[in-house]
């Protein structure tokens, strides 16, 4: 995965509200 696109998907998640896409970015960049 990349750090980039992840960044990306969490900004973009946190806009749209989506949380639960936040948590798992999150958990995904941590393993």
Known sequence: LDIGA???????GAAGGGVLTAIVGQFLGKK
Not at 6 to 12: A, E, S
């Open 6 to 12: 992840l960044i990306g998907q969490l900004l973009g």
